[in-house]
C-alpha cells in the first residue's frame, strides 16, 4: 500500500491489484473514517476526499492503514437484476473468442455473478468484474462511434452496461431495457461500486 497526497484534502491509496481495491472499499464502506466524505474506486487505486474541517490527512492516513480489507465478493450487499436480450452484435465474435457457441456465452454470462468494482468513462457506468473464472474477452478492433443505451458488453476482464448513447469499443453481446443511470432517481446510477449483478436472459 502506498498512500499519497492528492490535493489538500484527499489521499490516493495505490494496491497491488484490483482484489485488494475492492477489499479496501468494502472495509471503507462498512466502516467509514470519520472526516473521509467520498470514497472513490478505482482499477489500483482508492481516493479517499475529505472535510479539512473534520479531519486532516495525516489522521486519515493512518486509519486506512489501519483498516483491515474485507472479501468484497463474497455475499452481502445490494443485488441488481438485469433482464438481457441476447442478440448483441459481437456475441458470435465473443463466442469464437472463448471457443463455445453463443448459447454457452450466455449460459456462462447469466451464470456468473458480477460485483461493479468501480465506475468510470460515463456517469453510471459500472466496471463489473465476475465471481470465479475471469473473462477474457479483448476490446473491438476499432470502436464504434455509436453505442446504444443499455447495451450489455464486454471487454478486457470486465463487463458492463452503457447508461447512454455514446462511442465504444466494447464487445456487445445484448441489451437490457433496464436504466441504469436516472437523474431522476436516487440515486442516479444503479450501478455503484459494491453493487452485486446477475443477468437473466429476457428471451
Given at each position: 500500500?502506498r498512500v499519497l497526497p492528492s490535493g489538500s484534502t484527499a489521499l490516493?491509496?495505490?494496491?497491488?491489484?484490483?482484489?485488494?481495491?475492492?477489499?479496501?472499499?468494502?472495509?471503507?464502506?462498512?466502516?467509514?473514517?470519520?472526516?473521509?466524505?467520498?470514497?472513490?474506486?478505482?482499477?489500483?487505486?482508492?481516493?479517499?476526499?475529505?472535510?479539512?474541517?473534520?479531519?486532516?490527512?495525516?489522521?486519515?492516513?493512518?486509519?486506512?492503514?489501519?483498516?483491515?480489507?474485507?472479501?468484497a465478493r463474497q455475499g452481502g450487499g445490494e443485488t441488481v437484476d438485469?433482464?438481457?436480450?441476447?442478440?448483441?452484435?459481437?456475441?458470435?465474435?465473443?463466442?469464437?473468442?472463448?471457443?463455445?457457441?453463443?448459447?454457452?456465452?450466455?449460459?456462462?454470462?447469466?451464470?456468473?455473478?458480477?460485483?461493479?468494482?468501480?465506475?468510470?468513462?460515463?456517469?453510471?457506468?459500472?466496471?463489473?468484474?465476475?465471481?470465479?473464472?475471469?473473462?477474457?474477452?479483448?476490446?473491438?478492433?476499432?470502436?464504434?462511434?455509436?453505442?446504444?443505451?443499455?447495451?450489455?458488453?464486454?471487454?478486457?476482464?470486465?463487463?458492463?452496461?452503457?447508461?447512454?448513447?455514446?462511442?465504444?469499443g466494447w464487445q456487445l453481446i445484448g441489451r437490457t431495457d433496464v436504466?441504469?443511470?436516472?437523474?431522476?432517481?436516487?440515486?442516479?446510477?444503479?450501478?455503484?461500486?459494491?453493487?452485486?449483478?446477475?443477468?437473466?436472459?429476457?428471451?
Amino acid at each position: 500500500m502506498r498512500v499519497l497526497p492528492s490535493g489538500s484534502t484527499a489521499l490516493l491509496v495505490e494496491l497491488d491489484g484490483l482484489d485488494d481495491v475492492l477489499g479496501l472499499y468494502a472495509a471503507l464502506a462498512a466502516e467509514p473514517i470519520e472526516g473521509v466524505v467520498d470514497v472513490v474506486p478505482a482499477a489500483r487505486t482508492v481516493l479517499l476526499v475529505t472535510d479539512p474541517a473534520v479531519t486532516g490527512l495525516d489522521a486519515v492516513e493512518q486509519a486506512v492503514r489501519r483498516t483491515t480489507p474485507r472479501p468484497a465478493r463474497q455475499g452481502g450487499g445490494e443485488t441488481v437484476d438485469l433482464p438481457v436480450v441476447y442478440d448483441g452484435e459481437d456475441l458470435a465474435d465473443v463466442a469464437a473468442l472463448l471457443g463455445v457457441d453463443t448459447a454457452e456465452v450466455v449460459r456462462r454470462h447469466t451464470g456468473t455473478e458480477w460485483t461493479v468494482a468501480f465506475c468510470g468513462f460515463a456517469p453510471g457506468f459500472g466496471y463489473l468484474v465476475p465471481d470465479g473464472e475471469p473473462w477474457d474477452v479483448p476490446r473491438r478492433p476499432s470502436p464504434r462511434t455509436r453505442v446504444p443505451p443499455g447495451s450489455v458488453a464486454l471487454a478486457g476482464g470486465f463487463g458492463g452496461v452503457y447508461p447512454r448513447e455514446s462511442p465504444g469499443g466494447w464487445q456487445l453481446i445484448g441489451r437490457t431495457d433496464v436504466p441504469v443511470f436516472d437523474v431522476d432517481r436516487d440515486p442516479a446510477a444503479l450501478l455503484r461500486p459494491g453493487v452485486r449483478v446477475r443477468f437473466t436472459e429476457a428471451g
